[in-house]
C-alpha cells in the first residue's frame, strides 16, 4: 500500500504476519499523516490493529506518575494487539512519527507513553537510543500490549546525566562502551550492568577508578554475546558506597548490526544489514584515500567488487543511520 501526506488511511487498519519484518501501518487522520512502524522481532503469528486520532487522548483525568512528566494533548494512536494475547510476550520495536501535530506540545525530549486503562497510570516506555529512522520515536524491545499511545516527557532526574554520561560505538564483532565523567576523582569504580528490561540490572564487570581531578575518559569492549538484545547502564561508587548512575542505553542484537563479510575478502565483500536507506559508504586505504570499486544495493545488503586491490588492509566507511561507523577487512 502506498500511503503519504496526502493519501492514508483514517480509520483502524490492521496487519497479520508470522514472520520477523517491518509492518507499516499508514494512519492518519484530518490533514495529519502518523504512520507507525512495528519491528516484528518473532516468527510467531501476529495480527495488530492501529488507529490514529488527532485529538487528546480519551483518559484526560488519568494519573501521571514519576517518572512521566507531561502527556502530549493532541494527539494518540489507539493499538489492539488481537494475537498473540496480551498475557504473551511480545519484544518489538514501535516507532511513531514525529509531525506537524506532535512538536506543538512535546515538553523537552519526546519519549512514548502508554496507558492501558483509565484506571491505571501512564507508563514510560524504554528508549531505542539507535533509532535510524529520522523524525520517529521508538522504543526499545520491549512487551508490545493493547492500549493507547502517544508522546510525553520525563523529569531529568529520573536519568541522571549530569555526571555521568555513557555511548557506544559498534565496532567489527564487538560494541565499545565510553563514558566520560567529571567524578573520577571522589569515585572509587565503576560497574557496568546489564538488564534484559523485564528483570533487575546485575554486574557484568567493573573498572577501577582512576582517581583523576576534572573530566576523565573510560572506555570497556563488550564482547560478549549474551549482552545483545539488553539494556547497559554504568554506576559509579564512592568510597562510602553513594551511587551516580549513567544514561541507559540499548545494545543491539547481533541481527540487527552492521558489519562486513567475509573478512578476509579476496574478490566480493558484502556489508549488511543496512536499515537507513540514505546510507552512503565509502572504500579508504590506510592513507585515507577512497578506493573505486562497484557496488550494488541487495535488498538491505551491500556487495562490493574488491578483485582489483592488492592486498592488505582496507577500510569501509559508513555515514547514515545518524552516525559514522568504519569497519576494517583484509584483502586477500
Not at 17 to 28: H, R, T, Y
Not at 41 to 66: C, N
Request: glycine residues 6%.
Amino acid at each position: 500500500m502506498h500511503a503519504s501526506s496526502n493519501a492514508f488511511v483514517t480509520g483502524p487498519i490492521r496487519y497479520w504476519a508470522n514472520s520477523v519484518k517491518e509492518l507499516q501501518f499508514p494512519v492518519g487522520k484530518a490533514s495529519y499523516y502518523a504512520p507507525v512502524t512495528l519491528s516484528k522481532k518473532s516468527t510467531e503469528p501476529m495480527l495488530i490493529q492501529v488507529e490514529y486520532q488527532a485529538m487528546g487522548h480519551p483518559y484526560p483525568d488519568s494519573a501521571i506518575a514519576f517518572p512521566v512528566k507531561s502527556v502530549s494533548n493532541s494527539e494518540y494512536w489507539t493499538i489492539k494487539k488481537i494475537l498473540p494475547p496480551d498475557s504473551l510476550p511480545s519484544q518489538d520495536i514501535l516507532r511513531l512519527k514525529l509531525g506537524p501535530n506532535s512538536a506543538s506540545n512535546i515538553i523537552g525530549q519526546p519519549l512514548l507513553v502508554r496507558i492501558a486503562a483509565p484506571a491505571v497510570n501512564w507508563e514510560l516506555l524504554p528508549l531505542y537510543a539507535d533509532n535510524p529512522i529520522p523524525n520517529t520515536v521508538a522504543s526499545a524491545p520491549t512487551i508490545l500490549r493493547s492500549g493507547t499511545y502517544t508522546f510525553g516527557s520525563m523529569f531529568p532526574s529520573a536519568l541522571p546525566r549530569e555526571n555521568l554520561e555513557l555511548c557506544q560505538q559498534e565496532r567489527n564483532g564487538f560494541t565499545r562502551l565510553s563514558w566520560t565523567t567529571d567524578i573520577d576523582q571522589t569515585a572509587a569504580q565503576y560497574v557496568i550492568e546489564k538488564s534484559s528490561g523485564n528483570g533487575p540490572y546485575i554486574i557484568l564487570d567493573s573498572i577501577p577508578s582512576k582517581k583523576k581531578p576534572g573530566k576523565t575518559s573510560y572506555s570497556f569492549d563488550l564482547r560478549s554475546s549474551p549482552i545483545r538484545g539488553h539494556f547497559i547502564r554504568i554506576r559509579s561508587v564512592d568510597n562510602k558506597g553513594r551511587h551516580v548512575y549513567s544514561n541507559i542505553l540499548y545494545i543491539r542484537p547481533a541481527n540487527e548490526m552492521t558489519h562486513v563479510f567475509p573478512n578476509p575478502s579476496k574478490n566480493v565483500l558484502k556489508l549488511g544489514p543496512l536499515n537507513d536507506p540514505q546510507v552512503t559508504v565509502k572504500l579508504m586505504n590506510p592513507m585515507g584515500q577512497i578506493v573505486q570499486a562497484i557496488s550494488r544495493v541487495i535488498e538491505n545488503q551491500l556487495e562490493m567488487d574488491i578483485h582489483h586491490l592488492n592486498p592488505g588492509k582496507y577500510f569501509v566507511v559508513l555515514n547514515g543511520e545518524g552516525e559514522r561507523r568504519i569497519f576494517p577487512f583484509m584483502k586477500q
